[in-house]
Nanobody, 120 residues
Framework: VQLQASGGGLVQAGAYPRLSCAAS??????MGWFRQAPGKEREFLSA????????YYADSVKGRFTISRDNAKITVYLQMNSLKPEDTAVYYC????????????????WGQGTQVTVSS
């Protein structure tokens, strides 16, 4: 499975961009979003079950970010609101056959990452 992330770029604080991640095939159960800022570890943000649509969020983004999916397009989205400079990072989408949604080590497939830079 190949994952293609898009939607990043340079935005101002308070912006509300939407990231997209398109999969080449539907051979997974869970898709998730992570991010990694310079000098920091990769951080779990959100994940969604392709079977139940159940969604989970990290406390750091709960209430600001929303994950959704489009079955027909095999695409997952991350709507980000009220961005802050500390949200600056490379954002990655990932997919796995299980439901260890916050464990980056359980994801078998990763997108190339898309840079989001938030200016103050």
């Amino acid at each position: 499975v190949q994952l293609q992330a898009s939607g990043g770029g340079l935005v101002q604080a308070g912006a509300y961009p939407r990231l997209s991640c398109a999969a080449s095939a539907h051979t997974f159960i869970t898709m998730g979003w992570f991010r990694q800022a310079p000098g920091k570890e990769r951080e779990f943000l959100s994940a969604i079950s392709w079977i139940t649509s159940s969604a989970y969020y990290a406390d750091s983004v709960k209430g600001r970010f929303t994950i959704s999916r489009d079955n027909a397009k095999i695409t997952v989205y991350l709507q980000m609101n009220s961005l802050k400079p500390e949200d600056t990072a490379v954002y990655y989408c990932a997919a796995q056959m299980g439901w260890h949604y916050s464990d980056s080590g359980k994801y078998e497939y990763w997108g190339q990452g898309t840079q989001v830079t938030v200016s103050s």
